[in-house]
């Protein structure tokens, strides 16, 4: 039940209290139901403890649904390389039917883990 295990989650994260990084809560995301793709990505962007970070990157990307999911996935993809000099959200790539929609380093957030 990844709904129950997605609430289970979150439920963690309000009682402990613990500074969440943005990795790890899309990492939770993709077990979301969410009805649109890009809120898998805009819901984690007020939880994560690295907002204030994230919104004076030059790289910054704000909640915006004129853009396509494709440029979405890519920005906070981008970011997160660039913020965190490491590569660790990469292992969140998976084969989908869209694989051939995205650049190859950019995570699908819509695909179910």
Do not use: C
């Amino acid at each position: 039940m990844p709904a129950l295990r997605s609430l289970k989650f979150f439920s963690e994260l309000v009682k402990f209290g613990l500074p969440w990084d943005l990795t790890t809560l899309l990492n939770k995301s993709i077990q979301s139901k969410a009805s649109k793709p890009r809120d898998r990505v805009y819901s984690r962007l007020a939880l994560t403890s690295e907002l204030k970070e994230i919104e004076k990157s030059p790289l910054a990307f704000r909640a915006d649904y004129k853009k396509p999911v494709e440029v979405v996935f890519r920005d906070v993809t981008r970011h997160i390389i660039s913020s965190t000099g490491n590569l660790r959200i990469l292992s969140l790539i998976r084969y989908t039917p869209n694989w051939n929609r995205y650049t190859s380093w950019v995570i699908d957030f819509s695909a179910h883990a």
